[in-house]
């Protein structure tokens, strides 16, 4: 599988957010963690009664800018409530790259997901519970009421994203826009964009040389958007 057919398939999966249902479910839940028993209510949890007891990979919804403070709010919740056996970790993805702004070069985190968290877990009544129940947390990403677990191949793809050893160069810029060139021979030269390629991290700018429109191959870093 392909990165872009990986992430094509990650993105179905999220657009399929839980959503409450209006009946409660009919079995009755396993013995609560000891913030439920406190008085915490479990309104919209789904029947995990018959749950595999297996460690899977979740997608958890957040709002977007506050990954960072929900993933902390969940790892306090999860030491403090003795699930470090059902809810083993919480990754935000991120991936480095590099971006030009005013002919620097800098070298960023960016979320690959902005606005989910991926969690593994064992799933069932409780770890449900703890997650769902975390400040930030607006809800798993599953079929209705029920989270769908990530499959190996998509947890192996974004795992190696994320541990990619050269970072990803940002284009700001598509075909058509205005571009100016601030590395290499033709520095300070203004094109337009006439074709991009992603396999290559590779631009063609078409220059104007005494009224001659010129294509250039340039690398990504080498323009910047006007």
Not at 36 to 45: H, L, T
Request: hydrophobic share 35%.
């Amino acid at each position: 599988m392909t990165m872009e057919e990986e992430l094509e398939t990650l993105d179905e999966l999220m657009s399929q957010e839980d959503e409450p249902e209006e009946e409660k479910p009919k079995a009755k839940p396993a013995k609560a963690p000891r913030e439920r028993e406190r008085g915490g209510g479990d309104e919209g949890a789904p029947d995990l009664s018959e749950a595999s007891d297996e460690r899977a990979w979740y997608v958890i919804h957040c709002y977007s800018g506050y990954e960072n403070k929900v993933k902390y709010n969940l790892e306090q919740r999860i030491e403090s409530m003795g699930m470090q056996n059902q809810i083993f970790q919480a990754i935000v993805p991120t991936e480095e790259e590099i971006e030009v702004r005013e002919g620097k070069r800098r070298t960023v985190e960016r979320r690959v997901f902005p606005g989910y968290i991926l969690v593994q877990m064992i799933m069932n009544d409780d770890s449900w519970y703890v997650v769902r129940n975390t400040p930030g947390v607006t809800g798993f990403v599953g079929m209705g009421n029920k989270p769908t677990p990530l499959r190996p191949e998509e947890v192996t793809g974004i795992l190696k994203r994320m541990e990619a050893e050269a970072p990803k160069v940002k284009v700001t810029f598509k075909p058509g826009q205005k571009v100016r060139i601030v590395d290499g021979p033709f520095n300070d030269f203004m094109g337009t964009v006439d074709e991009i390629d992603m396999d290559k991290a590779k631009v063609r700018v078409m220059v104007s040389f005494f009224g001659r429109e010129t294509p250039i191959e340039m690398d990504f870093l080498q323009v910047e958007k006007m």
